[in-house]
């Protein structure tokens, strides 16, 4: 039995993890997680690695890639009843392209947060043409790996200002969804429109946009693999968008 015994980073680090681990019901997950997290830590603090039943695997930072069904780690993972995984890249490669509909209909956000996003983004389709879902991620990036894709809110209106022009100026509109309250009146003459607020509703808000644009985030990842539409992850804020820019991500 494979445990995730702890819950790395915030709600799409979450979602991407647990889509490759899709089994047993809500109550017994919740009941597993609390007991073999107790565990876990217990051993990694008692500097255990193994238990005659149990081997913990710890991924100490974000590049540690772990691929379950490798077959040197499919052997080590049948080699006792149960492993506590601790970490964010525990991947199966295949399992989520195979198990893509199961996981997108799990996953499907409460109908108050689908009818909140869907309410905005109908609102915009009788009126422009294309939508794309800006996501602003200031907050906690700007110490994230040392701020390397913190934007001001001038370059977002920059960016927004270089897709306009590429989609068409007029028959464009963008859904800003955010972790920080973002006041439009910086944007006073664009197409720019706030998201539904809730963090649920505005991944489900971007994932229903025609595009998706924003800096390098498990949030919009999430949204374009939910909702299969092209993302462009802002890596060089001073790159023009290009037809190749847009690709629907997986996780």
Same mark, same amino acid.
């Given at each position: 039995?494979?445990?995730?015994?702890?819950?790395?980073?915030?709600?799409?680090?979450?979602?991407?993890?647990?889509?490759?681990?899709?089994?047993?019901?809500?109550?017994?997950?919740?009941?597993?997680?609390?007991?073999?997290?107790?565990?876990?830590?217990?051993?990694?603090?008692?500097?255990?690695?193994?238990?005659?039943?149990?081997?913990? /695997?710890?991924?100490?930072?974000? +590049?540690? $890639?772990?691929?379950? &069904?490798?077959?040197?780690?499919?052997? %080590?993972? !049948?080699? *006792?009843?149960?492993?506590?995984?601790?970490?964010?890249?525990?991947?199966?490669?295949?399992?989520?392209?195979?198990?893509?509909?199961?996981?997108?209909?799990?996953?499907?956000?409460?109908?108050?947060?689908?009818?909140?996003?869907?309410?905005?983004?109908?609102?915009?389709?009788?009126?422009?043409?294309?939508?794309?879902? /800006?996501?602003?991620?200031?907050? +906690?990036? $700007?110490?994230?790996? &040392?701020?390397?894709?913190?934007?001001? %809110?001038? !370059?977002? *209106?920059?960016?927004?200002?270089?897709?306009?022009?590429?989609?068409?100026?007029?028959?464009?509109?963008?859904?800003?969804?955010?972790?920080?309250?973002?006041?439009?009146?910086?944007?006073?003459?664009?197409?720019?429109?706030?998201?539904?607020?809730?963090?649920?509703?505005?991944?489900?808000?971007?994932?229903?946009?025609?595009?998706?644009?924003?800096?390098?985030?498990?949030?919009?990842?999430?949204?374009?693999?939910?909702?299969?539409?092209?993302?462009?992850?802002?890596?060089?804020?001073?790159?023009?968008?290009?037809?190749?820019?847009?690709?629907?991500?997986?996780?």
């Amino acid at each position: 039995m494979l445990i995730p015994s702890e819950k790395p980073g915030q709600l799409a680090n979450r979602l991407v993890l647990l889509s490759h681990f899709m089994d047993s019901t809500k109550l017994r997950r919740q009941i597993f997680m609390f007991l073999f997290t107790k565990i876990s830590r217990f051993m990694r603090k008692s500097h255990l690695s193994a238990l005659p039943f149990a081997k913990n /695997i710890y991924l100490k930072n974000d +590049d540690e $890639r772990f691929l379950m &069904n490798d077959p040197q780690n499919l052997a %080590l993972l !049948t080699s *006792k009843k149960l492993f506590f995984l601790s970490g964010w890249l525990f991947r199966t490669e295949g399992i989520v392209e195979k198990h893509r509909d199961f996981i997108t209909n799990y996953f499907e956000p409460l109908e108050i947060h689908r009818n909140s996003a869907e309410n905005v983004i109908a609102s915009l389709k009788n009126k422009f043409k294309t939508i794309v879902g /800006i996501h602003i991620r200031r907050g +906690d990036y $700007r110490n994230f790996l &040392n701020g390397k894709y913190f934007y001001e %809110l001038e !370059t977002y *209106k920059n960016v927004i200002k270089n897709i306009a022009k590429f989609f068409g100026n007029d028959s464009t509109a963008f859904v800003v969804c955010s972790n920080e309250n973002i006041d439009l009146d910086f944007f006073n003459g664009m197409n720019v429109f706030k998201g539904p607020g809730h963090f649920v509703a505005d991944l489900h808000a971007l994932s229903l946009c025609d595009y998706i644009a924003g800096p390098p985030s498990t949030f919009s990842m999430w949204a374009s693999f939910y909702g299969q539409k092209p993302l462009w992850q802002i890596k060089n804020v001073k790159q023009n968008p290009t037809v190749e820019s847009f690709k629907t991500t997986e996780i």
